[in-house]
Nanobody, 117 residues
Framework: QGQLVESGGGLVQPGGSLRLSCVAS????????MAWYRQAPGRQREMVAT???????HYVDSIKDRFTISRASGENTVYLQMDSLKPEDTAVYYC???????????WGQGTQVTVSS
């Protein structure tokens, strides 16, 4: 049974930074694709950033040049470095991962990010 566990969320002032981590464990196999999503209260879950096996990244326009997704080489861990945070970035942030070993999509339980003065 594979699982994803996020960490690093919290309360930060506008303009501040946070670094989220997501670690895959268990029998998740080889991961070919990882991503961060977020869901603000009363809104649909939206994709924030993705990273493919070759390191190719993609970002939603609202966070470009402020957030950076990265993946430790050879590890089933993905990070989201969030800088210049804004109140509208407040949301629960979720990690997901696609396993090429068993063709399953995994989701983490989410970590709360609150940007407020």
């Amino acid at each position: 049974q594979g699982q994803l566990v996020e960490s690093g969320g919290g309360l930060v002032q506008p303009g501040g930074s946070l670094r989220l981590s997501c670690v895959a464990s268990g029998s998740i196999g080889s991961i070919s694709f990882m991503a961060w999503y977020r869901q603000a209260p009363g809104r649909q879950r939206e994709m924030v950033a993705t990273i493919a096996g070759g390191g190719r990244t993609h970002y939603v326009d609202s966070i470009k040049d402020r957030f950076t997704i990265s993946r430790a080489s050879g590890e089933n861990t993905v990070y989201l470095q969030m800088d210049s945070l804004k109140p509208e970035d407040t949301a629960v942030y979720y990690c997901n991962a696609y396993s090429s070993s068993n063709s399953r999509l995994y989701w983490g339980q989410g970590t709360q990010v609150t940007v407020s003065s």
